[in-house]
């Protein structure tokens, strides 16, 4: 067996005050991968994640993942889901995607919240974190002129 050569760990003060969480707002940002994945707790249940990665500013390059719940066994449940996606192909322009990569690149304003999140571990233990959550997705001030994104005329 080889031996393991020292090392040291920088002290936590050289991040500069980095945080794993994005303060609250409003963020420029672009849907960098999506996939379907099937729910471990039902079988039959099904979601769309999305990973969002900030465009601009301070925090540019940072990443988000959003779910999206296009089946599930509680009707209300899979109504919110779809209906938070079908505002995102809205948004894009993209009412019947083909694929995966039909949802990728479309830059929009996120807004972003932090908020706390209970569950129960592997062990059976309560544990409760701070996470940041996609509140609401928004075309950028700039794409607004677009006559796609304009609403019909009231009749």
Request: glycine share 6%.
């Amino acid at each position: 067996m080889g031996s393991v050569k020292p090392f040291s760990v920088p002290a936590v003060d050289t991040l500069d005050g980095w945080s794993p969480l994005l303060p609250d707002g409003e963020y420029e940002a672009s849907v960098i991968a999506a996939e379907d994945k099937e729910t471990r707790q039902c079988p039959d249940c099904k979601y769309l994640q999305l990973v969002w990665r900030i465009e601009q500013g301070k925090f540019a390059g940072r990443r988000l993942v959003t779910r999206h719940n296009v089946k599930h066994s509680n009707p209300l449940v899979e109504a919110t889901g779809l209906g938070q996606f079908r505002r995102y192909l809205e948004i894009i322009g993209q009412p019947n995607p083909q694929t995966e990569a039909d949802l990728l690149g479309f830059p929009m304003l996120i807004t972003v919240e932090t908020e706390q999140v209970t569950y129960p571990n592997r062990y059976g233990e309560t544990i409760e974190i701070e996470v940041n959550t996609v509140k609401k997705f928004a075309p950028l001030p700039s794409t607004l002129a677009s006559p796609a994104l304009q609403p019909e005329p009231a009749a």
